[in-house]
């Protein structure tokens, strides 16, 4: 896990507001819960910064998270699950989102816990993969 902090980095073919639009959209599509779409670059605009395209997108499932925060409460502090859409400066758009891994071991989660975050995994590269 310290190579890359507990956080998995793929490239996304697509702009940053693709990526998550294209996301919001199989999440939705699955029946997941969209909490929140923060478009950290406009908030930085906002104040006078810049920031090249930024967005974090909050989702999940309570029937899937809420038995987490039950065996683990401090657990709610990653959850709902998290993705960021970010572009580099070399202008390669990346999506970044916790390892269920790095999650397990950071709560110490049974392995029939994490089941209930690892499903949205192969729901991210879906997303961003297929153009």
């Known amino acids: 896990m310290n190579e890359n902090n507990g956080i998995i980095s793929q490239p996304s073919s697509y702009s940053v507001a693709e990526t998550i639009d294209r996301l919001i959209a ?76 790095y999650l397990k071991q950071r709560f110490s989660l049974s392995d029939e816990l994490v089941k209930n975050i690892d499903v949205f995994a192969p729901l991210i590269h879906q997303a961003f993969c297929l153009k």
């Open 26 to 101: 199989i999440l939705q599509a699955k029946g997941i819960t969209i909490f929140a779409r923060i478009d950290q670059q406009a908030e930085a605009e906002k104040v006078g910064l810049r920031l090249l395209p930024t967005q974090l997108l909050l989702f999940g499932k309570p029937e899937a998270g809420t038995p987490l925060m039950v065996a683990e409460p401090t657990s709610a502090l990653d959850l709902p699950l998290k993705v960021l859409a970010w572009e580099a400066t070399d202008g390669q758009v990346w999506l970044s989102y916790n390892d269920p891994d």
